[in-house]
């Protein structure tokens, strides 16, 4: 038997970054495959659909995947909602990517915020940082939904910064919530990293207990003490964001939440022995 059954993949920093892929992701993908393992691919993004995204990938890393192996933000938050809300009316600010995860999940887009059940909130800004046309309008939309409809609030992820096309800063989600929170004094269910609720999703597709599977990420943050806190072992790659000198400035507390620490995906394979179960 496998000594784990099941491990999921944060994306950029372990199979990929920006849009060149990490040299080996796509055999050993490849090769857990062959032994049997399940695989699910995970990320914070918040404005595609699991089909767009399942493309660039494809494209990118050159792995096969299907939307079924995918969770994204947009699609673990659109699970969410869907489970929670008993009129299916929803009031969401983002890109068409999270409009189509909430549709087809079975929640029904309202125009007029106070209609709303949930307010869902994802990225209204475009790869410049700007706000989109179709968002502009929504500031005050989204408030209503919250004051006046009483809608419960839920975001795609808490991250308030990432760089542009150019490297420099431009806001995300968790700018857009902060300015609706300021507004209404009302805070968010984040279901994206580092909530563990995306690490809930992800498990349950996969279909294995939380000690069976092994969470792989680049950061400790948002991907390693989430996976821990559940119950899943952890693996750090030195690909993405954090770097060997950074491990010595972790507190103790965080250096128990970490596993493995590997160079790159190429070594997560050797946990995959075929050895019975302790």
């Known amino acids: 038997m496998l000594r784990y059954r099941g491990i999921i993949f944060d994306i950029d920093g372990v199979l990929k970054r920006g849009s060149q892929p ?28 699991r089909e767009e995204y399942v493309e660039i990938l494809r494209n990118r890393i050159g792995i096969d995947i299907s939307p079924e ?7 673990a938050t659109a699970d969410y909602v869907a489970k929670h809300c ?19 999940a079975g929640l029904i887009i309202v125009d007029d915020p106070e209609e709303a059940e949930f307010l869902v909130v994802g990225s209204p800004f475009d790869e410049r940082g700007y706000v989109t046309e179709e968002n502009r309008w929504k500031f005050t939309g989204a408030i209503r939904a919250l004051l006046l409809a009483k809608a419960k609030f839920v975001a795609v992820n808490p991250d308030k910064l990432f760089p542009g096309p150019d490297g420099k800063p431009i ?4 700018t857009f919530v902060g300015a609706i929170t ?6 968010p269910v984040f279901i994206g990293k580092p909530s563990i609720e995306i690490f809930k999703i992800a498990l349950e597709k996969l279909g294995v207990r939380p000690e069976e599977a092994v969470m792989v990420g680049d950061q400790v943050d948002i991907d390693i003490i989430p996976a821990k806190k ?10 993405g964001l954090t770097k060997k000198e950074d491990l010595e400035k972790l507190n103790v507390e965080k250096r128990r939440m970490i596993d493995y620490v590997f ?3 190429r070594d ?4 995959f022995r075929r050895e019975p179960w302790d």
Do not use: C, W
């Open 182 to 187: 300021a507004a209404t004094g009302v805070q």
């Open 22 to 49: 990490i040299p080996g992701a796509a055999e050993t993908v490849n090769m857990l495959r062959g032994l049997g393992v399940r695989i699910i691919f995970l990320s914070n993004l918040s404005t595609k659909s």
């Open 86 to 104: 008993k009129t299916k009316k929803v009031y969401y600010v983002g890109h068409k990517g999270l409009r189509r995860e909430l549709e087809k």
């Open 263 to 265: 160079d790159s995906v």
């Open 171 to 174: 806001p995300g989600t968790g």
């Open 69 to 75: 192996e995918l969770v994204l933000a947009t699609s």
């Open 268 to 271: 997560v394979i050797k946990l």
């Open 230 to 239: 559940l119950g899943m072992t952890t693996v750090l790659v030195l690909t």
